[in-house]
Antibody
Framework: QVHLVESGGGVVQPGGSLRLSCAAS????????MHWVRQAPGKGLEWVAF????????YYGDSVKGRFIISRDNSENTLYLQMNSLRAEDTAVYYC????????????WGQGTLVTVSS | EVVLTQSPGTLSLSPGETATLSCRAS???????LAWYHQRPGQAPSLLIY???SRATGIPDRFSGSGSGTDFTLTISRLEPEDFGVYYC?????????FGQGTKLEIK
């Protein structure tokens, strides 16, 4: 049974930093690409970042490029998202998601963690 | 960057009816990399269709995907109460992994 559990969300002031974690279980974590996707309150889905199964490739959405860093620890089966220089518009529920196969659609999602950027 | 536009914005139907949702790409895309997701209020999205027409594990055959080039369709037949919510199309396989803005399917 695949499980993805996000943590690390909370309230942070504009300009601050936060690190999200996604604990994975039930599958061979080191063999799959992983993504972060976010959803602002009442809005649609926005893709945030991708990391290849071995960490060798990383891609970012334009709105977070240069501020967010995706990483993974395959020995701990954990995905991370380091978020710096946070803005009010980064307020959202952040989901981690697993690729079905390399370069494929997202077949499992976590329950999400809420990040609120506010003074 | 390819932009995905979904229509209609909201679809009001009754259980038992058939829903037809559209996803249009701003330029021709490889159908192998088009997915559909369903999201119920307060829940994470779930994968329905990948490769434009392949059902994900456990998805009933009431759900079917079709299309190519710039026009893709998700058809849901014999609507059940649990089918209501928001549906998103997505391009994957290469960055950026864009989502459409969503179609809300509501109970009439």
């Amino acid at each position: 049974q695949v499980h993805l559990v996000e943590s690390g969300g909370g309230v942070v002031q504009p300009g601050g930093s936060l690190r999200l974690s996604c604990a994975a279980s039930g599958f061979s974590f080191s063999g799959f690409g992983m993504h972060w996707v976010r959803q602002a309150p009442g809005k649609g889905l926005e893709w945030v970042a991708f990391i290849r199964y071995d960490g060798s490739k990383k891609y970012y959405g334009d709105s977070v490029k240069g501020r967010f860093i995706i990483s993974r620890d395959n020995s701990e089966n954990t995905l991370y998202l380091q978020m710096n220089s946070l803005r009010a518009e980064d307020t959202a529920v952040y989901y981690c998601a697993k690729e079905r196969l390399t370069g494929s659609a997202f077949d499992y999602w976590g329950q999400g963690t809420l990040v609120t950027v506010s003074s | 960057e390819v932009v995905l536009t979904q229509s209609p914005g909201t679809l009001s139907l009754s259980p038992g009816e058939t829903a037809t949702l559209s996803c249009r790409a701003s330029q021709s895309v490889t159908s192998s990399y088009l997915a559909w997701y369903h999201q119920r209020p307060g829940q994470a999205p779930s994968l329905l269709i990948y490769g434009a027409s392949s059902r994900a594990t456990g998805i009933p055959d009431r759900f079917s995907g079709s299309g190519s080039g710039t026009d893709f369709t998700l058809t849901i037949s014999r609507l059940e109460p649990e089918d209501f919510g928001v549906y998103y199309c997505q391009l994957y396989g290469a960055s950026p992994y864009s989502f459409g803005q969503g179609t809300k399917l509501e109970i009439k």
